[in-house]
């Protein structure tokens, strides 16, 4: 999904058309298509029961399920399911009072590679790198962590990500510096 060649990216783009259009089957084909990602996703932003997660997934495609037809092909469709998942989780987080003042254990919150396949070797030192990618992510300061997540990891654009965040491009630039910045220093 992150590098999408032209011809997944055209079967992507009419599965969201027929989807629009009421056909179950496409959406059903679409939210497969996003499952892995929304779960990492997910993870990625602190939620550590796994009970909760696909609670959080399942409620993310209900949501899509919900506005599909709303979708305007202004962003990225990739930005628009993140940016459901990602207020579905601050909901989540306001409302549960045991995420209120939990920190992320790295440890729990690791990053999947669907592009290892059936290479044991290739996927365990991509599953270390994640790891530690993750773990230094997650001790930045939780505003440049989630800008630096969206971009570096997830590859939205900035304008996306701009959007699903509610600030301006510049504000984020400004977060990535400063986060890239202080990865420098670990």
Same mark, same amino acid.
């Given at each position: 999904?992150?590098?999408?060649?032209?011809?997944?990216?055209?079967?992507?783009?009419?599965?969201?058309?027929?989807?629009?259009?009421?056909?179950?089957?496409?959406?059903?084909?679409?939210?497969?298509?996003?499952?892995?990602?929304?779960?990492?996703?997910?993870?990625?932003?602190?939620?550590?029961?796994?009970?909760?997660?696909?609670?959080?997934?399942?409620?993310?495609?209900?949501?899509?399920?919900?506005?599909?037809?709303?979708?305007?092909?202004?962003?990225?469709?990739? @930005?628009?399911?993140?940016?459901?998942?990602? +207020?579905? !989780?601050?909901?989540?987080?306001? /409302? $549960?009072?045991?995420? #209120?003042?939990?920190?992320?254990? @790295?440890?729990?919150?690791?990053?999947?590679? +669907?592009? !290892?396949?059936?290479?044991?070797? /290739? $996927?365990?030192?991509? #599953?270390?790198?994640?790891?530690?990618?993750?773990?230094?992510?997650?001790?930045?300061?939780?505003?440049?962590?989630?800008?630096?997540?969206?971009?570096?990891?997830?590859?939205?654009?900035?304008?996306?990500?701009?959007?699903?965040?509610?600030?301006?491009?510049?504000?984020?630039?400004?977060?990535?510096?400063?986060?890239?910045?202080?990865?420098?220093?670990?």
């Amino acid at each position: 999904m992150l590098n999408q060649n032209p011809t997944n990216q055209a079967h992507e783009l009419e599965l969201i058309k027929e989807s629009k259009d009421g056909n179950g089957s496409a959406l059903n084909q679409l939210l497969r298509n996003y499952k892995t990602r929304i779960y990492s996703f997910i993870l990625s932003k602190g939620i550590k029961c796994h009970h909760d997660v696909e609670d959080l997934v399942q409620d993310t495609f209900i949501q899509i399920y919900k506005s599909i037809t709303s979708f305007e092909f202004r962003s990225k469709f990739s @930005s628009w399911v993140l940016g459901i998942a990602l +207020n579905i !989780v601050r909901n989540h987080l306001n /409302r $549960s009072a045991q995420y #209120k003042y939990n920190f992320v254990d @790295s440890q729990d919150a690791v990053l999947v590679d +669907n592009n !290892v396949g059936d290479e044991p070797e /290739r $996927s365990l030192v991509s #599953k270390n790198a994640y790891k530690d990618v993750n773990k230094q992510i997650q001790q930045l300061p939780s505003q440049l962590g989630e800008c630096l997540q969206m971009i570096c990891i997830d590859g939205l654009s900035y304008a996306d990500t701009a959007n699903t965040l509610a600030i301006s491009v510049s504000n984020l630039k400004s977060r990535i510096f400063r986060a890239r910045k202080e990865l420098s220093y670990s």
